[in-house]
Structures are given as structure tokens and as C-alpha cells.
């Protein structure tokens, strides 16, 4: 493990009018770690992997992050053309709807292949064969890699969003609620290919879930939120079996047990 | 010739300075589509206003007209343009590339390679490239701003995954200058060569898209494409049937129902000059 944190995060906050999105938020998150971030609806989470990911400029605060050379940069004093860069190279976004993520009107190979022609990869036989690899990581059959995202079930275009960003191959990947609309089967296979995917290229991820379950299989850290504040913060098996606030024990206990 | 007096070249004075300054705009930044007011012009949109407006902005009473339409001199559009221009500036026109000053056109270059003072005006129906890829205006320019080009490879990819070639047949997208990404309007890919260090200005002037961009004289002009599907022009392998040129781009007449057919010369005035002459222009003719 290096010996800085690849985000460091310090008293971030955004208000919509007079109403909290998230406040107060620090943390660190270190390179190769999952970090979950749970909670319930209208808790603030989404606003804080926005702001994170700066889709949405924060009101206050600082969002550091190690860049691929070494140096440190503060988030919101970038360029739109560098954060741009850095979004679709060093950075994955997975929304919870795929159809948000993927471009519905082109084939499953071009949805992968994007990023890599947007770095500047010109050769067709190359882009098409690191498309073809990824959708064998993703359990997509080959022979679907000319049909369009719209002819996927939602599981498939949920591991092509994936596919689609790691292709570049990441650092740092947002997810927002990605098991969220799928049932529990092919939540369970999506689980498993992202935990084998994030341990083999040892990627930092922000997972941001209300299900506690998802947060127990993948994340070795949670931060739990409640009205836009990070109210308990500890390692994963920590909060989810000895929880301290009230309320991360009524969350824990609402989980059906089998 | 007629009751009403127009200004010259039908726009009045501030309507032409308006357009002028964009067509100056453009050609400082090649290949960067313009805003300006477009007006409404007397012909509908789909016809070429934007064209007929820098046409309207740049010419001069000592200026020489020639307009074509799919190459030709004589169809519709080229012939009610040409008329046009006659009765609001009473210009010279004419149907021969060289002799022309302003060439307006929709669709081809002529086949005769232009000379630097000449200048090429097309009609744009769709200036955005990115338009069918990417359907909001504000991230358009702002892909265009950053130099954000990826997507424009992404359709290039679909042609080859579907069609196992790059199918894309006309419009097709060229790189001004290393800089900005720009449709050609809707010129045959066999065109964009020409387009390539051509001593000639080329404006571009879409109306409804009230949009104009420009290629500078002597300006680098690329096809995009992939290192191992490189650009290339069509190519056909047969000679015009009227006056036998080769490597020219041919259009398909059809003669009959039986399936008779030939392919002759799109530029009819580069065939016609190949040809011994038989009959008159069609401007002594009007």
C-alpha cells in the first residue's frame, strides 16, 4: 500500500437552497480500498459521490487527489478539460440506471471502445480486441459484441456499464447503488464479478448503497449517513455487527435474516 | 427589369457587414462554426440560404457566379440561385469552373482544381457533426471547446463492426487544422481530398442553423479514420459514358425500365469540357 491516501476528503458540503445535501464530510480513502457508503434515501449520499466524482460543485471544502504522477491536486481548482481527462482515464462512474451510463444507440463493442478512442486509439483491430477481452471478463458472450445495449437484459448492460469504464483501466470508480432494479440472482453473480474484478486490479472504489448487504460483500470500510452527515464511520464487519449509533443499529436490524 | 428595387445582392448593408464579420471570424478560427443573425431569405430553408447569404455578403458587381447543384449547372436549384443573383446584382455568371470568382455550391467540388482568389461557398444543411451522436447543443460546444473528439471514432467504429468498412459515404467528418472537427456539408467523401491545402476560401453557410465556418486557403484538411481502416475515396470502374473521364465522381442515369443505365460525369461543366461542343450553355440559353 502507498503511503498516502489516494482521496483525501475535508469538510465537504453542499446546500440546495437552505436545504442539506451533505455537511461536514471527511474521510480518507486509500488506494486498493472499498469504501461503502450507506444510508437511507434522501440521507445525502448521492449528493456526496457527486460532489465527490464533481459532477456537482461543492459549496465548501476540499477534495484532494492523488494523481497517476504522483502529485496531489485539488478537485475543484481543476480545469473542466483535465477533470474531463481524468474522468474518463483514471476515474469510472457506474449509475444505478445502466441506460444513464451507456450509449443506448451503439453497439456493446463501441460502449467499451469509447474511452480508448477518446485517449486517442486509432487502430480498429486493437480497439475491437480490448472490447472483446472486457466482455469475456463481464460474462458477455462475443457474439453479442455488435448488438446494441437496448437488446441487453438489465443484468448485461449493468456488466457492460462495468466493462465500459475499467477499460481504461481506473484508479478510482464511483458507483451509485449498481445492484439497484436487478433481482437477487443476478445480484449475487454481479456482486461476485465486481469483488473478483476489484481485487484483481486492485481498485479504489466509492459504493454508495442503501443495502447492507451489498456493503458487507464488497467493502471493507463503511460510512453510514443520516440528514447529509456521516453519523458512524468504521471497518465493514465493525459497524455491521457491533453498530454504535441508534440508528445504524435500526438500519443493520431491518435486514431480513435468512 | 422589375418594379421593386432591392439593395444590392438583396441583403441590405448592415444584414451584409453582420455576415461579414462572422465569415471573418471563421476564417481566423478554421473550421469553428459562427453564430450570426441568419435572415430569412425568399426561397425555403433546404435550398441553400445559408449559401445565398455569404454569397450575398462577398459578392462584388465585378464578381463572376457560377452555382451547382449535385455538380451540375442546369438543375433547379443551381438554375433559380443563378437567376437570383442575376436580378439582385446583375453580375456575371457562368457555368465554367475556371472563369468563376465565387463558385456557390451543394454537394461536389468541381472536378477542376480551383485557384487561389476563387472562392467556394456551400450550402449546409447540418453544420454540427456531432449532432446525431451527441443530440444537446450546449455539450456539443463544449465537446468541441476541449477538443473532446472520441465520439466522433465511435461512429466511425460502427461502420466498420456493421458494415466492415467505414460506410460513411458523404458529410464525411474532416479535421480542420489539428484543431476542430467539422462536416463538410453533404460533399461525397470522393470530394474531401480536394478540400485538403486548397488555394481556394472555402465558406460554409448554414441558414436555418444560422451557423458559418470557413477553411482558409492553403489549410491542412483530414479525413478521420483508423490506422488500419484508412480513409479512402470511391472509386469507380468505369469511365463516364459521355466523355470517357476517369477518376471522376459518376452519377447512375437511369435510361429506362428494362434496367438500361449509365454513369455519367456529376460536374457537368468539367464533362462538357472534355466533350467536343455540341450545344450552347445553358445561360445563353435563359
Redesign the interface.
Given at each position: 500500500m502507498t503511503d498516502a491516501p489516494i482521496l483525501e476528503v475535508r469538510d465537504l458540503a453542499k446546500a440546495y437552497g437552505a436545504r442539506i445535501g451533505c455537511v461536514d464530510i471527511s474521510f480518507d480513502l486509500w488506494a486498493g480500498e472499498v469504501l461503502a457508503v450507506v444510508g437511507e434515501s434522501g440521507s445525502g449520499k448521492t449528493t456526496l459521490l457527486s460532489c465527490l466524482s464533481t459532477r456537482l460543485a461543492a459549496d465548501r471544502g476540499s477534495v484532494v487527489y492523488a494523481m497517476r504522477d504522483g502529485s496531489r491536486r485539488d478537485l475543484s481548482t481543476m480545469r473542466e478539460a483535465e477533470r474531463r481527462f481524468l474522468m474518463r482515464t483514471d476515474w469510472g462512474f457506474v449509475h444505478q440506471n445502466p441506460a444513464d451510463g451507456l450509449r443506448m444507440g451503439v453497439s456493446a463493442g463501441a460502449n467499451v471502445g469509447e474511452r480508448l478512442m477518446a485517449v486517442g486509439d486509432r487502430h480498429y483491430g486493437h480497439i475491437r480486441g480490448t472490447a472483446l477481452d472486457w466482455l469475456d471478463r463481464v460474462e458477455i458472450d462475443a457474439d453479442r459484441i455488435d448488438d446494441r445495449p437496448r437488446a441487453f437484459s438489465g443484468g448485461m448492460r449493468q456488466r457492460l456499464q462495468i466493462a465500459r469504464n475499467l477499460v481504461t483501466s481506473p484508479r478510482l470508480v464511483f458507483m451509485d447503488e449498481p445492484t439497484g432494479g436487478l433481482d437477487v440472482s443476478v445480484q449475487a453473480r454481479l456482486l461476485d464479478l465486481m469483488r473478483g474484478l476489484v481485487r484483481d486490479l486492485g481498485l479504489s472504489v466509492i459504493i454508495v448503497t442503501h443495502d447492507l448487504a451489498v456493503a458487507r460483500l464488497l467493502s471493507h470500510r463503511i460510512m453510514v449517513m443520516k440528514e447529509g452527515r456521516v453519523i458512524e464511520h468504521g471497518l465493514t464487519d465493525r459497524v455491521l455487527d457491533d453498530p454504535r449509533e441508534p440508528y445504524t443499529q435500526l438500519l443493520v436490524s431491518s435486514i431480513p435474516q435468512a | 427589369m422589375n418594379g421593386v428595387a432591392y439593395n444590392f445582392a438583396y441583403l441590405d448593408e448592415q444584414t451584409k457587414r453582420m455576415i461579414r464579420r462572422a465569415i471573418l471570424k471563421a476564417i481566423a478560427i478554421p473550421g469553428y462554426q459562427v453564430p450570426f443573425a441568419a435572415r430569412e431569405m425568399p426561397m425555403p430553408y433546404g435550398w441553400g440560404t445559408g449559401g445565398v447569404q455569404v454569397t450575398a455578403a462577398i459578392i462584388g458587381p465585378n464578381d463572376r457566379l457560377k452555382v451547382i447543384d449535385q455538380g451540375a449547372d442546369d438543375t433547379t436549384n443551381a438554375v433559380s440561385i443563378r437567376a437570383f443573383f442575376r436580378k439582385v446584382t446583375n453580375v456575371a455568371v457562368t457555368t465554367h469552373t475556371g472563369d468563376a470568382t465565387i463558385i456557390q455550391t451543394r454537394h461536389r467540388i468541381p472536378e477542376q482544381p480551383l485557384a487561389a482568389g476563387q472562392i467556394l461557398v456551400y450550402q449546409v444543411p447540418i453544420p454540427e457533426p456531432l449532432r446525431f451522436l451527441e443530440p444537446r447543443e450546449t455539450e456539443t460546444r463544449?465537446m468541441h471547446g476541449?477538443?473532446?473528439?472520441?465520439?466522433m471514432?465511435?461512429?466511425l467504429?460502427?461502420d466498420?463492426?456493421?458494415h466492415g468498412r467505414i460506410a460513411t459515404a458523404y458529410a464525411y467528418p474532416v479535421k480542420v487544422a489539428d484543431r476542430y472537427v467539422m462536416d463538410p456539408s453533404p460533399i461525397p467523401k470522393f470530394d474531401n481530398p480536394k478540400m485538403h491545402m486548397s488555394p481556394a476560401l472555402q465558406l460554409f453557410g448554414a441558414g436555418r442553423e444560422k451557423r458559418i465556418y470557413a477553411v482558409p486557403p492553403y489549410t491542412e484538411v483530414k479525413s478521420l479514420?483508423?490506422?488500419?481502416?484508412p480513409f479512402e475515396i470511391q472509386t469507380f470502374d468505369q469511365p463516364c459514358a459521355l466523355c470517357g473521364a476517369r477518376n471522376v465522381y459518376l452519377d447512375e442515369v437511369i435510361l429506362d425500365d428494362r434496367g438500361g443505365r449509365m454513369f455519367v460525369c456529376s460536374d457537368t461543366d468539367g464533362c462538357d469540357s472534355r466533350r467536343p461542343t455540341t450545344n450552347d450553355q445553358p445561360e445563353a440559353r435563359s
Amino acid at each position: 500500500m502507498t503511503d498516502a491516501p489516494i482521496l483525501e476528503v475535508r469538510d465537504l458540503a453542499k446546500a440546495y437552497g437552505a436545504r442539506i445535501g451533505c455537511v461536514d464530510i471527511s474521510f480518507d480513502l486509500w488506494a486498493g480500498e472499498v469504501l461503502a457508503v450507506v444510508g437511507e434515501s434522501g440521507s445525502g449520499k448521492t449528493t456526496l459521490l457527486s460532489c465527490l466524482s464533481t459532477r456537482l460543485a461543492a459549496d465548501r471544502g476540499s477534495v484532494v487527489y492523488a494523481m497517476r504522477d504522483g502529485s496531489r491536486r485539488d478537485l475543484s481548482t481543476m480545469r473542466e478539460a483535465e477533470r474531463r481527462f481524468l474522468m474518463r482515464t483514471d476515474w469510472g462512474f457506474v449509475h444505478q440506471n445502466p441506460a444513464d451510463g451507456l450509449r443506448m444507440g451503439v453497439s456493446a463493442g463501441a460502449n467499451v471502445g469509447e474511452r480508448l478512442m477518446a485517449v486517442g486509439d486509432r487502430h480498429y483491430g486493437h480497439i475491437r480486441g480490448t472490447a472483446l477481452d472486457w466482455l469475456d471478463r463481464v460474462e458477455i458472450d462475443a457474439d453479442r459484441i455488435d448488438d446494441r445495449p437496448r437488446a441487453f437484459s438489465g443484468g448485461m448492460r449493468q456488466r457492460l456499464q462495468i466493462a465500459r469504464n475499467l477499460v481504461t483501466s481506473p484508479r478510482l470508480v464511483f458507483m451509485d447503488e449498481p445492484t439497484g432494479g436487478l433481482d437477487v440472482s443476478v445480484q449475487a453473480r454481479l456482486l461476485d464479478l465486481m469483488r473478483g474484478l476489484v481485487r484483481d486490479l486492485g481498485l479504489s472504489v466509492i459504493i454508495v448503497t442503501h443495502d447492507l448487504a451489498v456493503a458487507r460483500l464488497l467493502s471493507h470500510r463503511i460510512m453510514v449517513m443520516k440528514e447529509g452527515r456521516v453519523i458512524e464511520h468504521g471497518l465493514t464487519d465493525r459497524v455491521l455487527d457491533d453498530p454504535r449509533e441508534p440508528y445504524t443499529q435500526l438500519l443493520v436490524s431491518s435486514i431480513p435474516q435468512a | 427589369m422589375n418594379g421593386v428595387a432591392y439593395n444590392f445582392a438583396y441583403l441590405d448593408e448592415q444584414t451584409k457587414r453582420m455576415i461579414r464579420r462572422a465569415i471573418l471570424k471563421a476564417i481566423a478560427i478554421p473550421g469553428y462554426q459562427v453564430p450570426f443573425a441568419a435572415r430569412e431569405m425568399p426561397m425555403p430553408y433546404g435550398w441553400g440560404t445559408g449559401g445565398v447569404q455569404v454569397t450575398a455578403a462577398i459578392i462584388g458587381p465585378n464578381d463572376r457566379l457560377k452555382v451547382i447543384d449535385q455538380g451540375a449547372d442546369d438543375t433547379t436549384n443551381a438554375v433559380s440561385i443563378r437567376a437570383f443573383f442575376r436580378k439582385v446584382t446583375n453580375v456575371a455568371v457562368t457555368t465554367h469552373t475556371g472563369d468563376a470568382t465565387i463558385i456557390q455550391t451543394r454537394h461536389r467540388i468541381p472536378e477542376q482544381p480551383l485557384a487561389a482568389g476563387q472562392i467556394l461557398v456551400y450550402q449546409v444543411p447540418i453544420p454540427e457533426p456531432l449532432r446525431f451522436l451527441e443530440p444537446r447543443e450546449t455539450e456539443t460546444r463544449v465537446m468541441h471547446g476541449l477538443e473532446d473528439y472520441g465520439l466522433m471514432h465511435v461512429k466511425l467504429y460502427e461502420d466498420i463492426a456493421h458494415h466492415g468498412r467505414i460506410a460513411t459515404a458523404y458529410a464525411y467528418p474532416v479535421k480542420v487544422a489539428d484543431r476542430y472537427v467539422m462536416d463538410p456539408s453533404p460533399i461525397p467523401k470522393f470530394d474531401n481530398p480536394k478540400m485538403h491545402m486548397s488555394p481556394a476560401l472555402q465558406l460554409f453557410g448554414a441558414g436555418r442553423e444560422k451557423r458559418i465556418y470557413a477553411v482558409p486557403p492553403y489549410t491542412e484538411v483530414k479525413s478521420l479514420d483508423f490506422e488500419d481502416h484508412p480513409f479512402e475515396i470511391q472509386t469507380f470502374d468505369q469511365p463516364c459514358a459521355l466523355c470517357g473521364a476517369r477518376n471522376v465522381y459518376l452519377d447512375e442515369v437511369i435510361l429506362d425500365d428494362r434496367g438500361g443505365r449509365m454513369f455519367v460525369c456529376s460536374d457537368t461543366d468539367g464533362c462538357d469540357s472534355r466533350r467536343p461542343t455540341t450545344n450552347d450553355q445553358p445561360e445563353a440559353r435563359s
